[in-house]
T-cell receptor, first 115, second 111 residues
Framework: EPEVTQTPSHQVTQMGQEVILRCVPI?????FYWYRQILGQKVEFLVS????????KSEIFDDQFSVERPDGSNFTLKIRSTKLEDSAMYFC?????????????FGPGTRLTVT | QKEVEQDPGPLSVPEGAIVSLNCTYS??????FMWYRQYSRKGPELLMY????GNKEDGRFTAQVDKSSKYISLFIRDSQPSDSATYLC???????????FGQGTRLTINP
């Protein structure tokens, strides 16, 4: 069964460093998303991406964040200068709205630890 | 008032029991309603997906949406220890728009 994959599973970085989180969405999907979940808190939307551009972003997604689809398979989230409060699980999701169906399928997540 | 409210539990029931999980929401513009299951430190796994009001059944799982009351439910019949997880409700305004999640309810099924 097709699935969303994410790498790395765990990333440790120092405050102020840049990190890139990688995702391979399900191959025929057209919409891509990043969410994050701080330990013990809700899953929160960060950004959605369609047709090579951002379609929606949350207040969390400030100038320190960027997304890119560098080729036909990968979807990346970059954090330019990490802060302690960026420590969280980051989930990539994708969807393919066939016949009005908008289910979003999530990857296993990348645990980001900022020290 | 929070957009989506969900009792975080924890909820503990014996194996074989019927489990009822619920969420309420404040924005009547939500159109799509989902239930996800999340095991510890894993990604959310889609269980049920419904559009607008009504019921949907899939095996031991039944999802109900009551838009007039802004209330959604997930029922699990013949619960198994493997059903022990955190259950997240999520909803969207439409199309391929962002999901808004509840807090999640931690469920334990005791053998």
């Amino acid at each position: 069964e097709p699935e969303v994959t994410q790498t790395p599973s765990h990333q440790v970085t120092q405050m102020g460093q840049e990190v890139i989180l990688r995702c391979v969405p399900i191959s025929n999907h057209l919409y891509f998303y990043w969410y994050r979940q701080i330990l013990g808190q809700k899953v929160e939307f960060l950004v959605s991406f369609y047709n090579n551009e951002i379609s929606e972003k949350s207040e969390i997604f400030d100038d320190q964040f960027s997304v890119e689809r560098p080729d036909g398979s990968n979807f990346t989230l970059k954090i330019r200068s990490t802060k302690l409060e960026d420590s969280a699980m980051y989930f990539c999701a994708s969807s393919e709205p066939l016949a009005g169906s908008y289910e979003q399928y999530f990857g296993p997540g990348t645990r980001l630890t900022v020290t | 008032q929070k957009e989506v409210e969900q009792d975080p539990g924890p909820l503990s029931v014996p194996e074989g029991a019927i489990v009822s999980l619920n969420c309420t929401y404040s924005n009547s513009a939500f159109q799509y309603f989902m239930w996800y299951r999340q095991y510890s430190r894993k990604g959310p796994e889609l269980l049920m997906y419904t559009y607008s009001s009504g019921n949907k059944e899939d095996g031991r799982f039944t999802a109900q949406v009551d838009k007039s009351s802004k209330y959604i439910s997930l029922f699990i019949r013949d619960s198994q220890p493997s059903d022990s997880a955190t259950y997240l409700c999520a909803m969207s305004f439409g199309g391929a728009q962002k999901l808004v999640f509840g807090q999640g309810t931690r469920l334990t099924i005791n053998p």
